[in-house]
Structures are given as structure tokens and as C-alpha cells.
């Protein structure tokens, strides 16, 4: 069965993927599409609204998720993309760094609700507002996910999420220390492409990566500025010719994406 990977990337600007700074984005569009994908205009530049709205496929009128606490969510009408294939049969995996509400209870959460094997990797007492420590926690991840990804039989769908340009964005700014901060996300990046490609199905996985929002040049987001609401995101697979016009132009495309590649109807009901 075709495996399906999702790795999330928070807070990275678009202008910030240039070929020398992020070549294993670059080379996962060039194999099939890099895009901006603009944050529409009901869906507030948060990380909770606009995860939510990849994950689940709909819009904030329907999960209702408006903020970083995710309480009063929609998501038993409108689950997430992991939980669908779950109920669905497929084996999934949740790898999360840092964020407690995408993969616990806390503020709302979570927002993968139903998945084979959750990972979440808390940090350290102190480490909330440390890019290094969010760094170190990346990696972590990244070493999980990268296993996890080698290993056979390997989940059908997977979502690994970093966060350590989002926070060092919020805590210095755009400037060198953020850049330096998404090439290392990039090199990470590049392992769970690779670790994939090395699978002996490797030509039949999707990848997809995407990112929730920009920054500002002096750090934070949350308003409607260029920089801030221009996300993106990049993907291959079998189905997606390079060249071709991309299939995801808005944060709303991915889920039905995923549920393409991995052959799961959507919704499923029951």
C-alpha cells in the first residue's frame, strides 16, 4: 500500500526557501510542486486555525478553531486527516515536537484525535521560549520519525511536526539566526525524504511538507502583512507530475490530498 508523509513546518517563510538554504524543499518541488499557498481571509495567522484547517480539510467556520487554544473545536464533525484513516483501517503516526495541543489535551487538544502511534516530545522545564531547546527537540523528533519511517512495515499515513523556526522567529526575529534556523529544519527535512526514498516502495509514497504561516521581519505573526500570510507548501508522489500545475493551493487541499494518496474515501461516516 503507497505510504503518505506529512511533515509540518512552522512558521517558515516563503521568501526563506532559497535553493542554497533549503535544497531538499527545492528538490522535493522540483520532483513535483513548491507553491505559496496564501492563508485565506477568515482564518486568523495562528498556528491552532491554521493547522487545523490542514489537518482537517475545512475551514474555521467549520472546526472552529480561532486561536492557539483549540477549546469549543468542531473536530468530532470535522476530524482530522490522521484520525479519518485511522477509522479507515490504515496504520498511522503522529511525531510532534513541542506543541502540546496537536497531540494532547491540553488548551483543547488534541487535534489528531485517533492514531496507531503518538509520539509528542515535551520540552524541558524552562524550554518554551528557547530556540536551542526547541532545536534539540526537533532533532529528537526528526531521529524518531526517521526510524520510525525505515522501519517495515511502516505507517500507511504519518504526520511529523517541527517548530523551532516558528519560535526563534518569535523570540529573534527574521533575520540570521531565524535563516540559520530553517536550513537546519531543511537538513531535517531531507533525512525523512531520504528515509523514505531508500524504502524499497519508496517511488510509491507521497510526500507532502507545508508550513502554517510566515513571520514578520522583526518576529510574530497574527495580522494580514505578505510576509505573514503567505505560507506554502511542497509535494511528490506518484500521482503529482513534476511541472504539472500544483494540486494545492490552499491549506484546505492537503487533507484531500492525503486521503487521495492513501486510497481513503473522505469522509468516512460510521
Request: with cysteine; charged share 20%; proline share 8%.
Amino acid at each position: 500500500m503507497p505510504g503518505v508523509l506529512v511533515i509540518g513546518v512552522d512558521g517558515v517563510r516563503f521568501d526563506a526557501l532559497g535553493e542554497q538554504a533549503t535544497p531538499s524543499i527545492r528538490g522535493l518541488g522540483r520532483a513535483g510542486f513548491l507553491t505559496p499557498v496564501p492563508v485565506d481571509d477568515v482564518t486568523p495567522t495562528w498556528s491552532g486555525p491554521c493547522w487545523a484547517t490542514i489537518a482537517t480539510g475545512v475551514t474555521v467556520a467549520e472546526h472552529a478553531i480561532v486561536a492557539n487554544d483549540f477549546t469549543g473545536h468542531r473536530l468530532a464533525e470535522f476530524p482530522d486527516f490522521l484520525s479519518v484513516a485511522t477509522k479507515a483501517g490504515r496504520s498511522t503516526f503522529l511525531a510532534v515536537s513541542g506543541w502540546p495541543p496537536l497531540a494532547t489535551t491540553r488548551d483543547g487538544g488534541p487535534l489528531f484525535a485517533e492514531v496507531t502511534r503518538r509520539e509528542f516530545l515535551a520540552l524541558p522545564p524552562g524550554g518554551h521560549r528557547d530556540p536551542a531547546r526547541w532545536g534539540d527537540n526537533d532533532e529528537n523528533v526528526a531521529t524518531l520519525a526517521e526510524r520510525v519511517l525505515s522501519g517495515d512495515p511502516a505507517p500507511d499515513v504519518s504526520f511529523v511536526y517541527l517548530g523551532a523556526v516558528d519560535i526563534t522567529g518569535h523570540e529573534l526575529g527574521a533575520g540570521s539566526e531565524y535563516r540559520t534556523a530553517v536550513m537546519t529544519m531543511d537538513q531535517r527535512v531531507g533525512r525523512l525524504v531520504a528515509a523514505v526514498r531508500a524504502r524499497a516502495d519508496g517511488a510509491d509514497w507521497t510526500t507532502i511538507v507545508v508550513t502554517d504561516h510566515g513571520h514578520l521581519d522583526a518576529g510574530g505573526h497574527g495580522g494580514r502583512e505578505p510576509e505573514v500570510v503567505t505560507a506554502w507548501a511542497a509535494a511528490a508522489g506518484p500521482a503529482i507530475r513534476p511541472g504539472a500545475r500544483p494540486v494545492i493551493t490552499r491549506h484546505t487541499h492537503i487533507a484531500p490530498l492525503v486521503f487521495a494518496a492513501a486510497g481513503v474515501r473522505w469522509p468516512v461516516t460510521g
